[in-house]
């Protein structure tokens, strides 16, 4: 009686399920076949998001700065801020970027026309701008010492310095291949002059937790620094060799080596720039910047008729 109502239960789920165990059998090995794949994909894609995890967690820790103020909300009112080079170019505009949120901004030139000329543009774009002139020849280390004494001595102090000047090609009808000090004028004026500049506003910079801003390029990268008598172009002897950069095939050409002789010097005085704008980050809030290139930069000034690089000058960007 039992055996037979067991029997009319369980028979009727027998004849119902009779395919299910190969059904079953059939659906764990696609199951089991879908693990396997998500298992290959996961191995072979863990260390990509390892990767990118940790260059995610890098930018998040070390390059993104959450105290940082967007520049439309920076106010420098009180700040006293020297920008070299300031009489054209992206000095000039840094200028007016520094006038439009408050600073009393100083730009500092040798050319006293064309700082005039940069003070009333400024003023006529910021109306209240508190812009100031002083005359500074950074190829002359005397004029340098002067300029840092005269700032000194009528603000009592210096926030920001924007190491900016710098001559890509020596014009010979004002600027000779070597100044009185007898350096090459494009070492000393983008670099020795900004050192001495540098180091004698380093304490000033210090106690007002100032900030000094170098301007670097790119083609720093180019450049390889050398004492040695086969290897000595920023230090007077240019003639030497011409710039890495050169087609190998005009490398040996005397014109060649003439006509770009200004770049290799230009690069070793921006890779000296950039390590000496290192050595002060250790005294005080120093960093260096590339701006790119637009009209407005000096390299697009020269890039066109000497260098011709990708074939054509640099638009605004």
């Not at 004492?227 to 050409?253: C, G, M, V, W």
């Not at 590339?290 to 990708?310: H, M, W």
Request: charged share 25%; net charge positive.
């Amino acid at each position: 009686m039992i055996t037979r109502h067991l029997s009319r239960r369980i028979t009727p789920l027998i004849r119902r399920n009779s395919s299910s165990p190969l059904k079953n059998v059939s659906q764990k090995s696609s199951g089991g076949k879908i693990l396997l794949v998500g298992a290959t994909f996961l191995k072979a894609v863990t260390p990509l998001i390892f990767v990118f995890g940790f260059i995610y967690a890098y930018r998040i820790l070390f390059l993104n700065d959450s105290s940082a103020i967007p520049i439309e909300q920076a106010n420098l009112q009180g700040k006293v801020v020297v920008i070299t080079g300031s009489s054209s170019g992206f000095g000039k505009f840094s200028a007016k970027g520094a006038a439009e949120r408050g600073a009393t901004v100083v730009l500092a030139s040798r050319s006293q026309k064309n700082l005039e000329v940069a003070k009333k543009f400024i003023l006529k774009e910021v109306p209240d701008a508190n812009v100031d002139l002083v005359h500074l020849n950074l190829a002359d280390l005397d004029s340098v010492e002067k300029c840092a004494v005269k700032l000194l001595k009528k603000y009592g102090k210096v926030d920001v310095l924007v190491n900016n000047a710098a001559i890509f090609k020596p014009n010979s009808s004002r600027d000779p291949d070597e100044t009185s000090d007898g350096f090459d004028t494009t070492f000393h004026v983008g670099f020795l002059g900004h050192f001495l500049l540098g180091e004698l506003l380093k304490d000033s910079l210090k106690e007002n937790n100032g900030r000094m801003v170098s301007v670097v390029c790119p083609m720093m990268k180019e450049a390889q620094i050398s004492l040695t008598e086969d290897k000595s172009s920023t230090f007077k002897d240019l003639k030497t060799h011409a710039s890495r950069i050169i087609d190998p095939t005009n490398y040996n050409q005397e014109d060649a080596q003439e006509k770009f002789k200004h770049i290799e010097s230009y690069m070793q005085t921006k890779l000296c720039l950039y390590m000496a704008a290192k050595r002060w980050s250790r005294d005080v809030n120093s960093i260096s910047v590339d701006p790119g290139t637009s009209n407005e930069t000096l390299l697009n000034r020269y890039t066109k008729q000497d260098v011709n690089f990708k074939g054509h000058h640099f638009e605004s960007l």
